[in-house]
Nanobody, 126 residues
Framework: VQLQASGGGLVQAGGSLSLSCAAS????????KAWFRQAPGKEREFVAA????????YYVNSVKGRFTISRDSAKNTVYLQMANLKPDDTAVYYC????????????????????WGQGTLVTVSS
């Protein structure tokens, strides 16, 4: 099983980026998916999650209204569209997949996820 994240890069504050994470090796259509990020010297932080059905999504407060998580089950891919980026958004972004289908109280915790991508770096300059 492999999760390949892509789309990171350097962008000015106020700009946009779109991340994608393609899974291979098995189908994850019935799994919840999420994005985390880790800034230098900081712990890995939950960003957004989407249940297997693509229904109600869940965001950390700091990205609400700016980031959008989505998934394409046919392509076994999860996306993160990021707009109005801020320097504080600078981090390595990781996609993750949980065997839990739904959004639960465990959703924000890395221990809830069994599969992780390799990370893609997002740098936002001021």
């Amino acid at each position: 099983v492999q999760l390949q994240a892509s789309g990171g890069g350097l962008v000015q504050a106020g700009g946009s980026l779109s991340l994608s994470c393609a899974a291979s090796g098995r189908t994850f259509s019935t799994y919840a998916k999420a994005w985390f990020r880790q800034a230098p010297g900081k712990e890995r932080e939950f960003v957004a999650a989407i249940p297997w059905s693509g229904g109600r999504v869940y965001y950390v407060n700091s990205v609400k209204g700016r980031f959008t998580i989505s998934r394409d089950s046919a392509k076994n891919t999860v996306y993160l569209q990021m707009a109005n980026l801020k320097p504080d958004d600078t981090a390595v972004y990781y996609c993750a997949i949980s065997p839990n289908r739904l959004i639960t109280s465990e959703t924000p915790f890395p221990s809830n996820y069994h599969y992780w991508g390799q990370g893609t770096l997002v740098t936002v300059s001021s």
